[in-house]
């Protein structure tokens, strides 16, 4: 595993490519890290972005051997890389649960009646903005008769991203916040997470918004994220199905992975940051509206949920 800075390896299926400038060796590929720390490699610790992609081909992160020149824990730039994350941010996405889809909510999606006529809505959630392409998103949903909730990142929110947020929240379609920083929310300290959530909320607010929903980076959260986000007014949200735009695939291929997946009370993740989630989406909205589902807000997707409960 050793090998010269270049040196090409494979790792549990995973091409990896070695980094130079490291003394210990560090290979990666395309957003994935695995630092050997000089273990062997059943001893691999995995770095976050390899943690939250979530794939069965990448061996879990774990401490090397007692006594190892690395120590007990491998770390990444943003903390320990082998502490427990959240069911979203290991798996790629959230079961259809309250406790993993809407931690902390009063609402039971386990007592929600799929076959119920109500249910069938999908919340469309557009995450990374303020972006370019979210004018060319909200003509489309526009076009289609559907509306999304965009989580908007805080520190984007200047110079000329100023007024496509403002579009945004006059259009009709909700806004959210996904941090000022999009950082791994779980690796900082409850005070690093209040002000990151707290400068957020401000950036929103010059735009005019107040969010009722927050999108955690990358899925990552813990107890006191949500905590925070609840006394910040924000639902802490996470979705059940995850476009993988964000691996820069093909149009087509981003679309029938969101329209296979279409379910009662479904939510979708895709970026706005990517073009081909923008060519994407106008199969993805005709398709679901074939389907009998009505593309909504998040907050009309909890209403939509609260109805479809039995009395």
Do not use: Y
Not at 167 to 177: D, F, P, Q, T, Y
């Amino acid at each position: 595993m050793r090998g010269r800075s270049g040196e090409r390896v494979r790792v549990n299926g995973l091409a990896l490519r070695r980094l130079p400038g490291h003394s210990a060796p560090v290979f990666a590929d395309r957003g994935f890290c695995v630092m050997t720390s000089r273990c062997p490699p059943h001893r691999l610790a995995l770095s976050r972005r390899a943690v939250l992609a979530g794939s069965a081909a990448l061996v879990a992160a774990r401490p090397c051997a007692a006594g190892s020149a690395a120590g007990s824990v491998t770390r990444s730039a943003t903390g320990p890389v082998d502490k427990p994350r959240s069911f979203a941010a290991t798996h790629g996405s959230a079961p259809f649960d309250s406790r993993h889809l809407i931690p902390g909510a009063s609402l039971d999606l386990a007592r929600i009646n799929p076959a119920a006529a109500g249910a069938r809505v999908v919340a469309l959630t557009i995450d990374d903005g303020p972006d370019a392409n979210d004018r060319r998103i909200l003509d489309l949903l526009k076009r289609h008769e559907a509306r999304a909730t965009f989580f908007c990142i805080g520190r984007k929110i200047t110079g000329a991203a100023v007024p496509i947020a403002t579009a945004i929240a006059e259009s009709g379609n909700e806004v959210g916040s996904h941090s000022h920083t999009h950082p791994m929310m779980s690796d900082l300290s409850a005070t690093e997470q209040e002000r990151n959530l707290s400068r957020a909320n401000a950036a929103l607010a010059a735009v005019g918004v107040r969010p009722r929903w927050f999108r955690p980076p990358f899925g990552d959260f813990d107890d006191t994220t949500t905590a925070l986000a609840t006394a910040l007014g924000m639902q802490t949200v996470l979705w059940t199905i995850d476009s993988q735009d964000w691996k820069n695939t093909p149009a087509a291929t981003i679309a029938a992975r969101v329209t296979d997946r279409l379910a009662p009370g479904a939510v979708v993740l895709m970026h706005s940051t990517k073009a081909e989630t923008v060519k994407a989406l106008p199969t993805i909205l005709e398709a679901g509206h074939r389907k009998g589902f009505r593309f909504v807000t998040l907050t009309d997707w909890w209403a939509a949920m609260a109805a479809a409960q039995p009395a």
